[in-house]
């Protein structure tokens, strides 16, 4: 992993931006941070630990993910997301919602989702996952006038919360093979797969050269997009947190970011079924 390293290091070494790092490879158990405890704005990222919260509350009988929810004018949000333009009573499954709001980071979506299980239940999730430095606190594009804190987040906190959904240690191994394949489905991929190759699959039967289970979050000058790669027989997770520049600077770092850790897993498995040392 040093060459990676090396590699992202001077990405973001003149970037003029601050950055938290976490990654992984689960293959070689080898880990590279860069100020991996420092807190971030959460933005969208926040709504992983909102969807294993809804898991956990599906796993536990409070409802089934074919349960239906109508659609208020009063949830209706900007930002991201096809939901504030739909018409108020349209009934959404909750799994739907959650479709929603990780592919589509449909805020109205996640605020139905935090209504759904509670903001105490989401704060406890993040607990249990040991995700300490993590918080959560308020409702999406809604911000009370006297409020409590930001939601925030570090790389590490989320690396680990990524290790353990792809260890199949959250909930059960079921719910975590639910919540990497909705990721799978990402729409929103203009940060870290955005240099990535095409990830057709070839013949008939066989799996695809690569895929990243992930989510973005951005607001104006907040980039972040945590994922996990899978690349060919490889492994990695990746957090990668970004605040302080120009949205089209950090779009085209995350870019680099993103193919450095391809090229990285790609050549080491190719080196791998060659049986080179």
């Not at 689960?26 to 990222?45: G, K, V």
């Not at 203009?190 to 050269?209: A, D, Q, V």
């Not at 050549?267 to 049986?275: A, F, H, L, N, V």
Request: with cysteine.
């Amino acid at each position: 992993m040093n060459q990676l390293k090396v590699d992202i290091q001077a990405i973001i070494e003149d970037s003029g931006g601050e950055w938290g790092i976490a990654i992984e490879d689960l293959h070689t158990n080898e880990i590279f941070t860069e100020q991996a405890d420092r807190p971030f704005y959460a933005a969208s990222i926040i709504k992983i630990p909102i969807m294993i919260t809804v898991f956990k509350r599906y796993e536990d009988g409070a409802f089934t993910l074919s349960d239906k929810l109508s659609l208020k004018r009063e949830d209706m949000v900007g930002g991201s997301g096809v939901l504030q333009h739909m018409t108020p009573g349209t009934p959404l499954t909750i799994y739907d919602l959650l479709m929603l709001m990780i592919i589509q980071s449909d805020n109205t979506a996640t605020n139905m989702l935090i209504d759904l299980v509670g903001t105490k239940e989401i704060q406890q999730t993040l607990d249990t996952i040991g995700a300490f430095n993590s918080k959560f606190y308020n409702k999406l594009m809604i911000v009370p006038v006297q409020k409590e804190g930001s939601n925030i987040i570090t790389a590490n906190d989320m690396t680990l919360l990524l290790k353990q959904l792809v260890n199949g240690q959250i909930i059960s191994v079921h719910a975590c093979q639910q919540m990497i394949n909705i990721m799978k489905k990402q729409q929103i991929r203009e940060s870290l797969p955005g240099k990535l190759p095409p990830s057709e699959k070839g013949r008939i039967g066989t799996p695809k050269k690569w895929e990243l289970a992930h989510k973005t979050g951005n607001v104006t000058k907040v980039r972040h997009d945590v994922g996990i790669f899978y690349v060919g027989n490889r492994t990695l997770i990746a957090s990668v947190l970004s605040q302080g520049m120009n949205d089209l600077v950090s779009k085209e770092l995350f870019h680099d970011i993103g193919l450095a850790i391809f090229n990285y897993l790609n050549s080491d498995d190719q080196t791998m079924k060659r049986g080179c040392p």
